[in-house]
């Protein structure tokens, strides 16, 4: 079994900053001296990331500004489409269990329906109906 450690306290972090000379001259001036610490490289650091983000996003927005405009003004021939026309739905496949035995068929139906609190006279909707659907009787 191993002996337990004693609990450390954690280090107050120390201030730490960078002396560079700026020039190659054997004597040190104080003007050719700058310090910086961590914490100015860390901040500047930073910014040269979000302005590097910033223009990877502004070139990628571009992008899509220039292909929506292409999309947009491109002249509408079927050939090229790249979205499917809307048409009737295709024919649905009858439904069958694992013995063939049809389960659901698919026929095609026509509905109409009518907004009875919109209809002024009954009769002359049956009519106008009948008109353009020979089947139904008025």
Known sequence: MKPARAKRKP?????????EERGRSAEIDADRISVQNRRAKT????????????????FVFGLLSLRLGAVATAPDN???RAVASV????????????????????LPMR????????VWSARE??????????AIDA
């Open 11 to 19: 280090r107050r972090e120390a201030r730490c900053a960078i002396i």
């Open 43 to 58: 901040i500047d650091a930073a910014r040269r990331r979000i302005a590097m983000c910033a223009v990877a996003f502004a």
């Open 78 to 80: 079927s050939r090229g």
């Open 87 to 106: 048409g009737d739905d295709p024919d649905r496949r009858e439904i069958v269990d694992r013995n063939g035995v049809l389960l659901a068929a698919n």
């Open 111 to 118: 509905s109409l329906e009518i907004a009875g609190r919109e």
């Open 125 to 134: 909707t049956a009519t106008a109906i009948a008109s353009v659907i020979p």
